[in-house]
């Protein structure tokens, strides 16, 4: 008999900043999602993505709108600083297994 083993990365549901039920199927609307959970909707939201990613103000408001979405180096330096992102990129490509947290 095998052993069917499940492949993705393991993220405990608690502390997450993203609930996993409402993270939109479309790329665009999902990143838009993290970026307005993990960094709020001000300009100094903005500014920080801008940081992150050497991407212009412009670029990084489009992100914010939904109207665009991040893409290669600037899809890679957004999943390195925000969590939101990177739980709703795993979860956009199926690869995200959730365990509840373990009771402290």
């Known amino acids: 008999m095998k052993m069917r083993v499940k492949m993705g990365t393991v993220v405990p549901k608690m502390g997450t900043v993203v609930h996993l039920e409402e993270i939109p199927g479309d790329y665009r609307a999902a990143m838009a999602m993290a970026l307005h959970a993990e960094l709020g909707s001000t300009h100094r939201a903005i500014k920080s993505a801008m940081r992150w990613t050497g991407a212009?103000?412009?670029?990084?408001?489009?992100?914010?709108?939904?109207?665009?979405?991040?893409?290669?180096?600037?899809?890679?330096?957004?999943?390195?600083h925000s969590d939101a992102l990177l739980i709703a990129l795993l979860a956009l490509a199926d690869r995200l297994i959730v365990e509840?947290?373990?009771d402290q």
């Open 100 to 102: 509840e947290a373990e």
């Open 56 to 80: 212009s103000e412009r670029t990084v408001k489009y992100w914010f709108a939904g109207e665009r979405g991040p893409s290669g180096d600037h899809l890679v330096s957004l999943a390195r």
